[in-house]
């Protein structure tokens, strides 16, 4: 079970989200549906990467898949969202768990460069099978229910998704399967002597990961009206791995600060500036020459100095 400060400080922050639409700020409404869903795609990725220790380069693909699928039974073939959601989203864990069969004999940059394949295989159906993607022209008139169709009660189904979808990710990374997957990073060789398979251990892995990414997707592509075929591409998985990077890998609240702090960044540096490539590479090179850790990495830091100066 989490701390109770964990339990207050989790409930204070969705409590303070619910009262964000009374500002009246419709700006402030949508940039916080986002926020949401990326916080969400960063933490399904940092199941792989923080827990089991795999760096994925494709992780947009079940982003993407999810979208598609949940935008395809809802506006092509008129399911209720009920059911486009789940199925959406079970249709990304078994592509996921599929991709992750072959991913997972593989380990460190052959293990990268293998989810970087599959992904571009999926960017290229979704590019070429365009009399059901809708090609490089995207897949646009995403069908709603009504009672979703108001960005004000959009937004609180996303805080009630993601909501439940973080809470389900801590429970699963703080389990017995979660600690196992800890120790599958910390030394495979080891805990395979101690009788875990460390192979199916990383598939199951990858799944969650792709399931929960395809969950983002599907709210992406419903708070937008459209998927496309960008939200496959390498960078789209680029941008997830910096957010989890910059929040830091080793902690599960880490990767919720870094999507947040990334996005805001990039809203803020568009105003101003065309060049958001330019400072995304300069946060990369910082991330990679001083804050390995990433932002929790830095906060423990500063809280060691401070006693060691209190001390003294």
């Given amino acids: 079970m989490p ?10 922050v969705v409590f303070l989200l619910a009262l964000l639409p009374l500002s009246g700020s419709r700006y402030a ?3 916080a549906t986002e926020v949401l869903i990326y916080v969400l795609f960063a933490l399904s990725l940092n199941v792989l990467i923080g827990f089991t220790g795999n760096i994925s380069f494709g992780h947009a693909a079940y ?19 009920l059911f486009a959601l789940p199925a959406a989203v079970v249709l990304a864990g078994m592509v996921a768990a599929f991709v992750g069969y072959f991913c997972v004999r593989l380990t460190q940059i052959y293990f990268a460069m293998l989810t970087l394949a599959f992904a571009m295989l999926v960017w290229g159906v979704a590019f070429k099978w365009k009399e059901v993607t809708g090609g490089d022209d995207g897949f646009t008139g995403i069908k709603l229910p009504a009672v979703l169709a108001d960005h004000t009660s959009y937004f609180y189904f996303t805080l009630a998704v993601v909501a439940a979808g973080i809470a389900a990710l801590w ?3 703080h389990s017995a399967f979660g600690l196992t997957l800890i120790a599958v990073r910390e030394n495979s060789v080891r805990t395979g002597f101690i009788g875990v398979d460390t192979r199916r251990m990383r598939w199951a892995a990858f799944t969650v990961a792709g399931t929960f990414g395809g969950l983002a997707g599907a709210l992406f592509g419903m708070y937008h ?19 989890v990077l910059l929040g830091g890998i080793y902690s599960f609240v880490g990767p919720i600060i870094g999507a947040a702090v990334l996005y805001l960044l990039q809203i803020f540096t568009n105003q101003y500036t065309p ?3 330019t400072v995304l590479g300069l946060i990369l090179l910082v991330i990679v020459l001083v804050l390995p850790d990433g ?9 060691a100095y401070r006693k060691a100066w209190q001390r003294t």
Wanted: glycine share 8%; charged share 15%; with cysteine.
């Fill in 225 to 243: 009206r459209g998927m496309y075929i960008e939200n496959a591409y390498w960078t789209e998985s680029a941008q997830v791995l910096i957010m």
């Fill in 295 to 303: 932002l929790i990495g830095l906060v423990a830091r500063v809280r």
């Fill in 171 to 173: 429970t699963i990374c």
């Fill in 63 to 81: 982003f993407a898949i999810g979208g598609y699928a949940c935008a395809i039974l809802l506006t092509t073939y008129g399911w209720p969202l």
């Fill in 29 to 31: 409404v949508d940039v």
């Fill in 3 to 12: 701390e109770r400060r964990h339990l207050i400080a989790s409930a204070v």
């Fill in 275 to 277: 060049y958001w490539p």
